[in-house]
């Protein structure tokens, strides 16, 4: 599904200074360098958990609402991902901005809140209308629905230092080597197997 970022973080989650303090650079000449692969190496972690890091807008486009609005959950089920719910693929959620769809007449209109729940505590998070309630009758024309929402932990100081560890270390390995290939004169250099495993416990499952 196409997502559009609306507002970026206004922040990197790793600092140029912690970064520099990280490389042991304590020159100048690199600043730009190091906040450009600061950035690469953020965006990276980011795809690899499906996790928004420092709170940033999206918006996610849809062709239609999903599924049956009338399903509820199946008696003796705890936790469902019910056919009719719009699953949101950035976390964590903090919060959904508004749903907007084309009604019948191809005139913009806005999904009332009160209409919608929405669940922040499972990852994805789930929006589903509420008891009584269906999702409204969309246009059947592609990009007919949008979820605009607020995702991420917060501000840098919020996102766990096993994120930031994961940037840090890949910021090394973007930074010692600038190209494509590297020519290694002094034999074989395997990569340290636990580098990725920082990722464990942030990964949201994909359904």
């Known amino acids: 599904m196409p997502m559009q970022l ?7 989650p790793v600092s ?3 970064a520099k303090l990280h490389l ?9 360098l190091i906040q450009a692969l600061i950035s ?11 996790r928004q890091l420092v709170t940033a807008r999206w918006r996610m486009v849809l062709d239609s609402f999903p599924g049956c609005g009338l399903m509820g959950v199946p008696a003796g089920q705890t936790f469902t991902l019910p056919g009719h719910a719009i699953l949101i693929p950035k976390s964590p959620l903090q919060s959904v901005v508004e ?3 084309l009604d019948m007449a191809g005139v913009s209109q806005v999904m009332p809140s009160a209409h919608y729940t929405v669940d ?3 990852e994805p998070a789930r929006i589903t209308p509420v008891f009584g309630q269906i999702w409204p009758v ?3 024309q592609i990009g007919a629905v949008s979820v605009t929402f607020d995702a991420g932990y917060g501000s840098a100081a919020d996102v766990p230092e096993g994120l930031k560890s994961w940037i840090k270390l890949r910021l090394g390995s973007l930074y010692a080597h600038r190209e494509e290939v590297a020519s290694m004169a002094r034999g074989r250099i395997d990569p340290l197997p636990f580098v990725d495993g920082l990722l464990d416990p942030y990964k949201v499952p994909l359904i």
Not at 24 to 32: G, K, P, Q, T, Y
Not at 40 to 50: D, F, G, S, V
């Open 40 to 50: 690469a190496a953020r965006q990276a972690a980011e795809m690899l958990i499906q």
């Open 120 to 122: 922040k505590a499972c």
């Open 6 to 12: 609306i507002t970026p973080p206004a922040a990197e």
């Open 24 to 32: 042991r650079v304590d020159f100048d000449d690199d600043d730009a």
């Open 99 to 101: 749903i907007r769809y």
């Open 138 to 140: 969309a246009l059947p």
């Open 16 to 18: 140029l200074a912690e």
